[in-house]
């Protein structure tokens, strides 16, 4: 019998999912670990490298969710753990609130230097991207001493109090946590009019506002691309009432979308951007970089003891070299052949009703939401990791370091799943 060859960049299961040490430590994770967690099946990681993760009994997976949109740089990538393991010998920590890190004006200073618009800007170090979300919130109201908000249906800006104010993708998300933070106006993703001619004419005085909180390409609400005139239109509305422009991109930044932010799609210049996810290759840092003469809060206003970490900052310095290098390039190169090759998949099977996104950046819109799920559990089987996006989507957002072998077989693999499921 001829031994089949398979290559290390694809998946190999080598026993029924899960296994038993797998499904030992879910026994475990069941009796001690918050309910609240989501886990859409029984994966228990234990090592990574590049898009290849391997779980706790030995199975390899390709992940194509690159631990939701974090690991950037791949699992692991040598060059960002060379980087963590040589601050962690140095200094893991002072506190960044009180006294100062070398690293942070020089992540600072990179991070001014990828904005397109050439103006001054300032960071605000935390731990996560709803942080990040929180401090432009109180930055907003700061600077123009206005109090509400006008966020969109389907966003997801984090489930801290305050984004989570903000967010609008699930309602379990926001059940049994009321009342929220007041002043958050929620209307339809792409659409102006109903900004200028319904709300600011009915409910919402403009003079009030102090921000727009948007997603230049939504996440959670099911990898969502506006329509090209939707974010520029939103700008002059702003320009026009004196209201600040915040992108989130914690989600869709950091080359995701093909370039390093993804508002750089659309002639769109946000006055704050919250950062977080790829920023540091799983290591835990969130960003709100602002303009400098919006970010003018006195000391005091606002800190984290553990926000801008020495270790993470010298994650982030290290992927955002890698980033412009080549993977910036790579997101864009392979997206393009990922995207093309799944609309043809969609010509191929009816369960199949939209393929959008930029990037590395995707959503594969399925006829039903009991369908989605089920071809995510089929996938997971074949040793290929997907997750859900909005109502009936599956999320495409691997590594940035994928290469077009390993997304053939992530759309061969998506085909294999969707043929042998029933309809539902």
């Known amino acids: 019998m001829e031994t089949q060859v398979i290559s290390d960049k694809l998946p190999k299961i080598i026993t029924k999912l899960p296994g038993p040490k797998a499904a030992k430590i879910i026994k475990s994770d069941t009796r001690y670990i918050s309910p609240s967690y989501t886990r859409s099946y029984p994966f228990v990681a234990k090592s990574g490298s590049g898009a290849m993760v391997e779980d706790v009994d030995g199975n390899r997976f390709l992940d194509f969710n690159a631990g939701i949109a974090v690991c950037s740089t791949g699992h692991c990538h040598p060059d960002v753990v060379r980087a963590i393991q040589k601050q962690a010998e140095t200094l893991i920590h002072m506190s960044g609130t009180d006294f100062y890190y070398e690293q942070m004006p020089q992540l600072a200073r990179k991070l001014e230097s990828l904005m397109p618009d050439g103006r001054q800007w300032r960071c605000f170090f935390g731990n996560s991207g709803t942080e990040a979300i929180e401090a432009a919130m109180k930055l907003a109201r700061y600077a123009t001493g206005r109090w509400q908000f006008i966020a969109f249906h389907s966003s997801f800006h984090g489930r801290t109090m305050g984004s989570l104010s903000l967010t609008s993708s699930k309602p379990v998300q926001r059940r049994g946590f009321g009342p929220l933070i007041p002043g958050v106006t929620h209307i339809p993703f792409g659409n102006c009019d109903?900004?200028?001619?319904?709300?600011?004419?009915?409910?919402?005085?403009?003079?009030?506002?102090?921000?727009?909180?948007?997603?230049?390409?939504?996440?959670?609400?099911?990898?969502?691309?506006?329509?090209?005139?939707?974010?520029?239109?939103?700008?002059?509305?702003?320009?026009?009432?004196?209201?600040?422009?915040?992108?989130?991109?914690?989600?869709?930044?950091?080359?995701?979308?093909?370039?390093?932010?993804?508002f750089e799609h659309f002639d769109f210049h946000p006055d704050i951007v919250a950062i977080a996810k790829g920023i540091a290759s799983g290591m835990p840092l969130g960003v709100m970089i602002a303009h400098a003469d919006t970010m003018t809060w006195e000391p005091g206003a606002h800190a984290s003891t553990f926000g801008g970490n020495p270790v993470c900052l010298a994650a982030a310095l290290e992927t955002i070299r890698l980033l412009q290098e080549k993977y910036v390039a790579n997101s864009a190169k392979v997206g393009v052949f990922l995207l093309a090759r799944l609309k043809k998949l969609k010509q191929r099977h009816a369960a199949i009703i939209d393929v959008r996104?930029?990037?590395?950046?995707?959503?594969?819109?399925?006829?039903?939401?009991?369908?989605?799920?089920?071809?995510?559990?089929?996938?997971?089987?074949?040793?290929?990791?997907?997750?859900?996006?909005?109502?009936?989507?599956i999320r495409l957002c691997p590594p940035l370091v994928i290469d077009e072998e390993q997304a053939a077989f992530a759309v061969e693999t998506l085909s294999t799943a969707i043929a042998e499921l029933p309809e539902f």
């Open 194 to 262: 109903y900004l200028e001619g319904v709300v600011f004419k009915t409910t919402v005085n403009p003079g009030e506002v102090a921000a727009i909180i948007v997603e230049p390409i939504q996440g959670e609400g099911g990898y969502i691309v506006p329509p090209p005139e939707f974010l520029p239109r939103l700008e002059q509305i702003a320009r026009k009432h004196g209201i600040l422009l915040v992108a989130d991109e914690v989600q869709s930044g950091m080359g995701r979308s093909g370039k390093i932010f993804a």
């Open 357 to 393: 996104g930029r990037g590395l950046m995707i959503g594969v819109q399925i006829s039903k939401p009991e369908l989605r799920d089920a071809i995510i559990q089929e996938c997971f089987l074949r040793g290929l990791l997907l997750l859900g996006a909005g109502a009936s989507t």
